[in-house]
């Protein structure tokens, strides 16, 4: 169920407004570690997150759903039957990638569901390398590329599959076909609390629901980058900061987005 | 192992008390999103909580524990089937139908674990709608009919399955076969932060260890509301609520407690 | 990839230095519901989190990781598996029996496991009883008897496995074949939040990557002594007090642990 119109949002500010507006209904099938802390960020974003993950109903939900999200972190066998369910579902989806390159089930699926054309996705740069094909991988969720050296690995997979592609990383690089944009700004303290590049994925997912793919992971990546700056201010640390980022993104508003110098190319 | 005696407690204050005196093993066999909030809660409220969720150890875990709670959030085929030994074990347990109606998987497992009588129905008013056979069920946690137009709906459920059943919502309304109360209060933030009602479950399995599930509903539902409102004066949004409600859940009084209008018919 | 060289670290101190420098990978085969507190604790420690716990892919990921945590928490039926991959990884690993003795199939699980030799067992009085053979267990996972206790029993399982074993209480006691230490100090608000001991168990995981299991232990409990007491100071409660622990343990500075008494015999 795509709320998106003809005049979709073009700008983060817009986006977000269009998300508190519509509050889509964002189906997460994502990693034990982190459902919590996404669930809340999507909440705080203004979405309905709903972990809807087990075979049988996933596909069905992604069927209502505005917008998915497939996390492949902790990917159980129930979870990638319901992910293969959910991404044919017709509804924008958005790939996370988690380590794949180093590890083979994760690997082969990512493989697999690439065929159902997601709108978004988004890694660091080690694991955007090894989805194309030109990298080793990760060792897991910190990346040891940095987002330039993906570059033209983000460009050929966007090619490739007809999605955007967002590495994220101190900038943010985000790529299609035929437009590219860095986002710069936000905390490091980010990299230090687990779960939010992969809640960053769930925003995109569902910003998908009300604008177009680029335009979701421009927008989502701006957000993030704001509402971890502002945290940062207010934290003594990781614990405070993971705290502080949920009340900043829910008091974020469109406004203080207009002032971001957002994705220029 | 049902610690309730003849005298069983039948304020929120004096349940509230037998709760932190018995310290009750609620066992919870919930979603992958909530378990850390909702094991927390139950922490904060005095009881003890265990996430025992796998077959061949659900049913003889039910056994010694004092509470169950089944919320189907997440219903992977382990959890099923644990739920199953679980709900045949004699001791009083909680049910928590999420997203019922709307999911085939879970609604056929809540039909089919009514059968060995839950002591409680904890729901919003879709899934209790649902549940009763007179809704189409929400489209997640979120529900879209309010608690009231689900009264009808709770009082034949209750008097189909004898269980009391409790509707979350602004107000929160709990009928059993022949009573009725409704809790207000409470801050709004907690339906912005992702399992404040699936831990509302768990705290009623734990007072349903210590006295009758009506009261322990009841009970459940006033010391909620007397913690959120306390949360949210030292709050700045929903992830500083999230930490302040499981203090002021910690610092609670039954003394707290006796000033609150409390299920009054 | 044990990064451990001739020259290893004997202090707490020299090992938080080391961990902070390797950064070690530090996979987790860990329960559902202290998943996100062990991760973003072992990143605030300095040490890398990856909770690769399926089969196919667990036991690779062993060997490139540098330490290794099997907790028994909610051990699903491919939890069991990726276990049984990881532990004949020739990677250093600890396990936390959670709950052994009064449930079935982790009981079964922990003495199969025994015999690929984990670097450190810890656990709680009871579980180190059962484990050794010499209690019932206990109901969940909290205690109900005391470190001191379970000594001979911790001294009798440490000679029979050749594993450093850690009993956590009021007192941690930490022994091995033929040495002995007491950590004191730490904060009993430990106890009130779910995962402070499955948390630890991970962090002896991360110090088992760069130093021996004994000295891994004690630092460890150190470590964890020192930021629990610290965060006490500046919590109002259970919610409050997990958020600064996260806070203390990324402040916390070698130097910090130099004048606490550490592991003497």
Redesign the interface.
């Known amino acids: 169920m795509v709320v998106r119109t003809s005049s979709s949002p073009s700008t983060p500010a817009e986006a977000l407004e269009a998300v508190r507006r519509a509050a889509p209904?964002t189906q997460c099938i994502t990693?034990?570690?982190?459902?919590?802390?996404t669930?809340?960020a999507l909440?705080?974003l203004g979405a309905?997150?709903?972990?809807?993950?087990?075979p049988?109903?996933a596909g069905?939900?992604a069927g209502?759903a505005g917008g998915v999200l497939v996390n492949l972190?902790?990917?159980?066998?129930?979870q990638r039957d319901a992910a293969r369910e959910a991404v044919v579902a017709g509804t924008p989806w958005v790939l996370d990638p988690v380590?794949v390159g180093?590890?083979?089930?994760?690997t082969a699926l990512a493989h697999e569901l690439l065929a159902s054309r997601p709108a978004v996705i988004r890694g660091n740069a080690s694991e955007i390398l090894a989805l194309a094909g030109t990298g080793a991988g990760g060792?897991?969720?910190?990346a040891t590329d940095s987002p330039d050296d993906a570059r033209d690995a983000a460009v050929a997979l966007a090619g490739r599959t007809g999605a955007t592609v967002a590495v994220s990383g101190e900038i943010d690089l985000i790529v299609d076909a035929d437009r590219e944009a860095r986002i710069v700004g936000g905390s490091a303290l980010l990299t230090?609390?687990?779960?939010g590049g992969c809640a960053l994925g769930a925003a995109m997912a569902a910003f998908a629901a009300v604008t177009a793919p680029f335009e979701a992971a421009v927008a989502a990546s701006t957000v993030w980058a704001a509402a971890s700056e502002r945290a940062a201010l207010s934290?003594?640390?990781?614990?405070?900061f993971?705290?502080?980022?949920?009340?900043?993104?829910?008091?974020l508003r469109p406004d203080d987005l207009e002032a971001r110098a957002g994705g220029d190319r």
């Open positions: 209904l990693n034990a570690v982190v459902t919590n802390f669930a809340n909440l705080a309905a997150p709903a972990m809807c993950d087990i049988g109903e069905m939900f209502i972190g902790t990917p159980t066998a129930e380590a180093a590890l083979p089930v994760r060792r897991g969720v910190d230090q609390v687990t779960g934290s003594r640390g990781p614990g405070s993971a705290v502080a980022f949920l009340d900043e993104l829910a008091a």
